[in-house]
């Protein structure tokens, strides 16, 4: 099953639009959560949830929700990731509050983490618990060419570890001018060539969408034939949608959604809880 979702569930400029109008804060998660199936959890890169944060999170979610949380920067941006076995481990108990919530788990390296450390990423790979699915983002440009990217994914497929693929075409067009987000954007974002390449375990697609959304749709139909196709062999993809303007992100969602479903795509469909109706709100 293909699950979809954005990068973040609580973002204010979605009042109105995804949440309905005077949604609180303390709603949002409940509400995101019964229009998407995953999220991509970026907020325990910066801190890790305490474990009443955890099972709050937990009992806010349908069942079919998956949260694939990020990495601790503490692990994934703190010098040789063998030495950083302890505190990961640590992570993934944690979070094993969220039970059958807890989707794969997402390393991001940093983009000065390049091939030549291919054997501290073995020795990481080589501990990482079996029972935790586990994604890996790569930065450095090194890795995206054949000397980098061969071993790599042989060191993936060799672990069962899933790759992470980011597509940041849709704002590295040299002929848009862009403006202010889109520059603050390609700032943040790399400068990576897209490489639709699936390693041996989960596969996670970052989509950086244009925030003029008509410019989306070459990429989007791309993207929903290639991933219809990825699922014919493929049972765990999770397919998030950035955009440098976020309330832009659930219309890109939503856009995805419907290409994918056009052409019979087995989509995980947002559910609720026992004993509650369908929320009927902005995004379907």
Same mark, same amino acid.
């Given at each position: 099953?293909?699950?979809?979702?954005?990068?973040?569930?609580?973002?204010?400029?979605?009042?109105?639009?995804?949440?309905?109008?005077?949604?609180?804060?303390?709603?949002?998660?409940?509400?995101?959560?019964?229009?998407?199936?995953?999220?991509?959890?970026?907020?325990?890169?910066?801190?890790?949830?305490?474990?009443?944060?955890?099972?709050?999170?937990?009992?806010?979610?349908?069942?079919?929700?998956?949260?694939?949380?990020?990495?601790?920067?503490?692990?994934?941006?703190?010098?040789?990731?063998?030495?950083?076995?302890?505190?990961?481990?640590?992570?993934?108990?944690?979070?094993?509050?969220?039970?059958?919530?807890?989707?794969?788990?997402?390393?991001?390296?940093?983009?000065?983490?390049?091939?030549?450390?291919?054997?501290?990423?073995?020795?990481?790979?080589?501990?990482?618990?079996?029972?935790?699915?586990?994604?890996?983002?790569?930065?450095?440009?090194?890795?995206?060419?054949?000397?980098?990217?061969? %071993?790599?994914? $042989? +060191? &993936?497929?060799?672990? *069962?570890?899933?790759?992470?693929?980011?597509?940041? /075409? #849709?704002? =590295?067009?040299?002929?848009? %001018?862009?403006? $202010? +987000? &889109?520059?603050?954007? *390609?700032?943040?974002?790399?400068?990576?060539?897209? /490489? #639709?390449? =699936?390693?041996?375990?989960?596969?996670?697609?970052?989509?950086?969408?244009?925030?003029?959304?008509?410019?989306?749709?070459?990429?989007?139909?791309?993207?929903?034939?290639?991933?219809?196709?990825?699922?014919?062999?493929?049972?765990?993809?999770?397919?998030?949608?950035?955009?440098?303007?976020?309330?832009?992100?659930?219309?890109?969602?939503?856009?995805?959604?419907?290409?994918?479903?056009?052409?019979?795509?087995?989509?995980?469909?947002?559910?609720?809880?026992?004993?509650?109706?369908?929320?009927?709100?902005?995004?379907?």
């Amino acid at each position: 099953m293909i699950r979809i979702g954005c990068a973040v569930w609580a973002y204010p400029g979605w009042v109105g639009d995804l949440f309905p109008p005077g949604t609180r804060s303390s709603e949002f998660l409940k509400l995101y959560s019964r229009q998407f199936t995953t999220v991509e959890g970026n907020t325990t890169f910066y801190a890790t949830p305490s474990p009443a944060t955890v099972a709050r999170w937990a009992a806010e979610t349908p069942v079919g929700f998956r949260f694939c949380c990020k990495l601790p920067r503490e692990v994934s941006h703190g010098g040789p990731l063998a030495e950083k076995l302890p505190l990961a481990r640590a992570f993934i108990e944690r979070m094993q509050g969220l039970g059958e919530r807890c989707g794969p788990f997402f390393l991001q390296l940093p983009p000065g983490y390049g091939p030549t450390r291919l054997a501290d990423l073995e020795r990481f790979l080589a501990g990482w618990p079996t029972e935790a699915a586990l994604a890996v983002e790569v930065r450095h440009p090194d890795w995206y060419v054949p000397v980098g990217e061969e %071993p790599l994914m $042989a +060191l &993936l497929d060799r672990y *069962r570890i899933g790759r992470v693929v980011m597509d940041v /075409r #849709p704002i =590295r067009d040299p002929d848009d %001018p862009g403006g $202010a +987000l &889109l520059n603050d954007a *390609r700032e943040r974002k790399p400068d990576v060539p897209l /490489r #639709p390449l =699936r390693g041996g375990g989960p596969t996670l697609i970052r989509y950086i969408g244009h925030p003029d959304l008509e410019r989306n749709d070459p990429f989007l139909e791309e993207w929903a034939a290639r991933v219809t196709e990825w699922a014919q062999t493929d049972p765990h993809m999770y397919l998030f949608m950035h955009c440098p303007d976020e309330a832009q992100s659930p219309r890109l969602g939503r856009d995805i959604t419907a290409r994918l479903r056009n052409r019979g795509a087995p989509i995980a469909e947002a559910e609720p809880k026992p004993n509650e109706p369908p929320a009927q709100l902005g995004l379907f």
